[in-house]
């Protein structure tokens, strides 16, 4: 890869991150690691107002990242960006790793 493709990468790099740099949309879109979820309970697992909630949707759609399915009045988000759900699976892995069981014999 010559440093035009890399720099070309880097700035790709740094967009996805500084799309994901902010606690709250981080705290959204670990909510949609595992499945997608209505708006409205989105709002209430992020304990967000829906319009501060949707500011950061919009954002957050604009870069491609979340992706909406309509069923009836309720919007469902879910994650939409491969490299997004990469980056979220390190940072659960270093910061929320699950506690591993230790059974006695």
Same mark, same amino acid.
């Given at each position: 890869?010559?440093?035009? %493709? /890399? *720099?070309?990468?880097?700035?790709?790099?740094? #967009? +996805?991150?500084?799309?994901?740099?902010?606690?709250?949309?981080? =705290?959204? !879109?670990?909510? =949609? +690691?595992?499945? *997608?979820?209505?708006? #409205? *309970?989105?709002?209430?697992?992020?304990? /967000?107002?829906?319009?501060?909630?949707?500011?950061?949707? $919009? &954002?957050?759609?604009? &870069?491609?990242?979340?992706?909406?399915?309509?069923?009836?009045?309720?919007?469902?988000?879910? +994650?939409?960006?491969?490299?997004?759900?990469?980056? /979220? %699976?390190? !940072?659960? $892995?270093?910061?929320?790793?699950?506690?591993? *069981?230790?059974? %006695?014999?």
């Amino acid at each position: 890869m010559n440093i035009h %493709e /890399l *720099e070309n990468k880097a700035e790709m790099a740094a #967009g +996805l991150l500084t799309s994901m740099a902010n606690a709250k949309r981080l =705290l959204v !879109l670990c909510q =949609l +690691l595992d499945r *997608e979820v209505p708006v #409205g *309970e989105l709002a209430e697992r992020v304990g /967000l107002s829906q319009s501060a909630l949707s500011q950061h949707l $919009a &954002k957050l759609r604009a &870069k491609g990242l979340v992706a909406t399915r309509r069923d009836g009045q309720t919007i469902y988000y879910r +994650l939409a960006s491969p490299e997004a759900h990469a980056v /979220l %699976e390190s !940072l659960h $892995a270093i910061f929320c790793p699950r506690e591993i *069981e230790v059974v %006695e014999s």
